[in-house]
């Protein structure tokens, strides 16, 4: 579109509002009303779109242009049956909005096949170059939308070679590759858009936040403080920004940004529970219970008690804690973090089977979580269920090989059962290091020829008393 059909469109706008103020009626033509249809739907004024629709289809009866419009309205509604029997009494002079429209419905209608016969039938259409990437760019919307998002890059990436510098294209490729995983993929593309539009609020906080995904914190914090001298005043990005700090390990200038996150947004509930994780990382007590006094003191005193307890647990004050979990109301002792509360504490007071239980709740509300599944283990092993807590540890260990310990610990329940094969592969994986502490643990003895001994030797030293420790197991009195 040309600068003169932008301001063909602006003067349209102009004289249709001028006159809606009067309270008057104008003549439009289909054209017309249906770029006016266009320009409220964009805006998002879906009132005065559909006010349009209803004025045009008195004004054209039968205007292709019209129907169409009315034909989004109903898609828009998610009304797909009804738009597709719709579709059909329009007519089909190879119009592209009437093909992408009939491709939208079959697909959320579940008719993969009959919207790709129509996609291919029109890529095999002798069309414009400017239909083409019409075409291509918006089935690549349809498909971010409808989450499919490898198809979305094929179509999009298609759109790109027609017009290389097109910003909603690199936006929904960033996107598309973003939902997909490739995050790498994702940057590429967003710095493309950056490269068109230096100045892109929206493209520095979105770098930014894939910057951060990317686990890339320093890069991720460069661009959120970009996107805030553009906009020093946007929350989000600080709060971004503020999370990129903390997970850098900055967590002290995390609590400042959170801090100022707080006095710019006092009524975020959210920024409360982040600066009570930034006080608790840095075993800061006394400011955990400050930030819980200033929630209540907004929100009311819901789940106060159990963040109370929480922190007399990590100041190993149980007395307190126990008394304190003591008065959490009925209605607020379903939940994630009260099981949690009251796993540690039954553990705490040697009842294992209600620890247990405790923890498996916790599970039903978060099955992936890490710390249940580490705590599953723990309670396991206290119980001397070494198979499961066997099972919980290599589950950990699935879902993060790097987990705190739990190799270490895994190597000590293969040694308390005792079979070979299962313990030879676990040690395999430890450090000399870990080799050591384990041995040392095991055997139970301070001995500082542990130090002296090669990997070899420390494999050999634990496998002898693994077999001993099944050989005195299996004796018969």
């Known amino acids: ?189 967003n710095n493309r858009l950056l490269d068109v539009d230096p100045y892109s609020f929206e493209g520095w906080a979105n770098i930014g936040k894939l910057y951060s995904m990317n686990e890339q914190f320093d890069k991720a914090i460069d661009a959120f403080d970009f996107a805030l001298t553009i906009n020093e005043n946007d ?59 200033r929630k209540e003191e907004k929100f009311g005193s819901k789940g106060i008690l159990v963040r109370k307890a929480h922190v007399y647990l990590l100041k190993q004050d149980y007395d307190q804690a126990l008394k304190t979990y003591e008065k959490i109301p009925d209605d607020e002792r379903d939940t994630f973090e009260f099981y949690m509360l009251e796993g540690e504490l039954m553990f705490y007071k040697g009842d294992f089977a209600a620890s247990e239980t405790a923890y498996m709740k916790a599970a039903l509300y978060m099955p992936d979580n890490e710390t249940v599944i580490d705590r599953l283990a723990n309670v396991s092993v206290a119980r001397d269920k070494y198979e499961q807590a066997a099972e919980y540890l290599e589950q950990l260990l699935e879902m993060d ?30 450090s000399d290091e870990d080799l050591r502490i384990l041995l040392t643990l095991i055997s139970n003895v301070e001995n500082d020829n542990i130090a002296t001994l090669t990997r070899d030797e420390l494999l050999k030293r634990l496998n002898e008393l693994r077999e001993n420790r099944v050989l005195f197991k299996n004796i018969k009195y």
């Open 235 to 293: 929350v989000s990005v600080l709060k971004m920004k503020a999370f990129s700090l903390y997970l850098n390990e900055n967590v002290e200038e995390a609590i400042r940004v959170f801090e100022e996150c707080l006095r710019k947004s006092p009524d975020d509930e959210s920024l409360y529970d982040s600066l009570f994780e930034g006080y608790e990382a840095m075993e800061q007590y006394d400011r955990m219970m400050d930030v819980i006094s």
């Open 1 to 189: 579109m040309d600068e003169n059909d932008d301001l063909d469109i602006n003067e349209l706008i102009e004289r249709y509002e001028q006159m809606r103020a009067l309270g008057k009626s104008m003549y439009l033509d289909a054209d017309e009303f249906s770029l006016l249809i266009d320009y409220y739907a964009g805006m998002g004024d879906m009132d005065e779109a559909e006010a349009l629709i209803e004025q045009g289809m008195r004004m054209h009866p039968g205007s292709p242009e019209i129907m169409t419009q009315y034909a989004k309205k109903l898609v828009f509604a998610e009304r797909y049956e009804e738009a597709y029997s719709y579709l059909h009494h329009i007519s089909d002079d190879g119009n592209i909005d009437l093909a992408l429209l009939k491709i939208e419905t079959l697909y959320h209608l579940n008719r993969e096949d009959e919207a790709e016969a129509i996609i291919d039938q029109i890529l095999l259409q002798d069309i414009s170059e400017e239909d083409l990437f019409t075409f291509v760019s918006e089935v690549g919307y349809i498909f971010n939308d409808l989450e499919l998002f490898d198809k979305a890059k094929l179509f999009l990436e298609q759109a790109l070679l027609l017009d290389p510098s097109n910003v909603d294209v690199l936006i929904d490729l960033a996107y598309a590759n973003e939902m997909a995983g490739d995050f790498d993929k994702a940057i590429e593309y």
């Open 401 to 430: 090989p790097s987990y705190p310990s739990a190799k270490s610990r895994l190597a000590f329940i293969r040694f308390e059962i005792g079979e070979k094969e299962p313990f030879d592969e676990i040690a395999q994986q430890l």
